[in-house]
């Protein structure tokens, strides 16, 4: 390709060799020339796993354990991944964050490489943890039994309620 004016190095994130050599107008051509550049166009990319045991309704009845971990392809390499959980503040995760907290949660999360492109838009995964059983109370009416030695001599009613404070 003859250069005529300045051109844009595009395409996939990675190292591209750059070769060049000058002729004059009497032909002499000089030794090839080569350069290397790194492009880097595009931001890391985050996932996430969820690990525990998943009981009804999609809820998870014991602590929740998230792994993140992230790629930049061939680009700059990822300088730290962030997470906010429950839009509390930004921490950079180091390593497995374990969750025990009973209800609902809401993890955002989101990459960074060494260029500062950052993943936008970031992130977010939900989930829920119930690990405390519900707790039922009976009441009978009438509530003092009606016979001699704590029995009922006539019909009872018995009335179940339940609490559960989580789900």
Not at 35 to 47: G, H, I
Not at 72 to 95: C, F, K, Q
Not at 111 to 133: H, Q, R, V, W, Y
């Given at each position: 390709?003859?250069?005529?004016?300045?051109?844009?190095?595009?395409?996939?994130?990675?190292?591209?060799?750059?070769?060049?050599?000058?002729?004059?107008?009497?032909?002499?051509?000089?030794?090839?020339?080569?350069?290397?550049?790194?492009?880097?166009?595009?931001?890391?990319?985050?996932?996430?796993?969820?690990?525990?045991?998943?009981?009804?309704?999609?809820?998870?009845?014991?602590?929740?354990?998230?792994?993140?971990?992230?790629?930049?392809?061939?680009?700059?390499?990822?300088?730290?991944?962030?997470?906010?959980?429950?839009?509390?503040?930004?921490?950079?995760?180091?390593?497995?964050?374990?969750?025990?907290?009973?209800?609902?949660?809401?993890?955002?999360?989101?990459?960074?490489?060494?260029?500062?492109?950052?993943?936008?838009?970031?992130?977010?995964?939900?989930?829920?943890?119930?690990?405390?059983?519900?707790?039922?109370?009976?009441?009978?009416?009438?509530?003092?039994?009606?016979?001699?030695?704590?029995?009922?001599?006539?019909?009872?009613?018995?009335t179940l309620s339940f609490t559960d404070v989580t789900s």
């Amino acid at each position: 390709m003859l250069y005529e004016s300045p051109f844009n190095l595009e395409g996939i994130d990675g190292q591209y060799n750059v070769e060049f050599y000058g002729v004059d107008y009497l032909g002499n051509q000089e030794e090839t020339n080569s350069e290397l550049y790194n492009l880097d166009n595009t931001a890391p990319t985050t996932t996430h796993v969820l690990i525990g045991n998943i009981g009804d309704n999609s809820w998870f009845d014991s602590y929740v354990t998230v792994e993140l971990s992230s790629s930049d392809g061939s680009g700059s390499g990822v300088l730290a991944i962030y997470y906010s959980r429950n839009a509390g503040p930004i921490t950079e995760y180091l390593g497995p964050i374990q969750i025990a907290l009973e209800g609902v949660h809401v993890l955002e999360y989101w990459a960074m490489d060494n260029l500062g492109l950052t993943e936008m838009p970031s992130k977010s995964t939900g989930f829920k943890i119930d690990t405390i059983a519900p707790v039922t109370t009976a009441t009978l009416t009438p509530s003092i039994p009606d016979g001699l030695a704590e029995w009922y001599v006539s019909p009872v009613d018995v009335t179940l309620s339940f609490t559960d404070v989580t789900s």
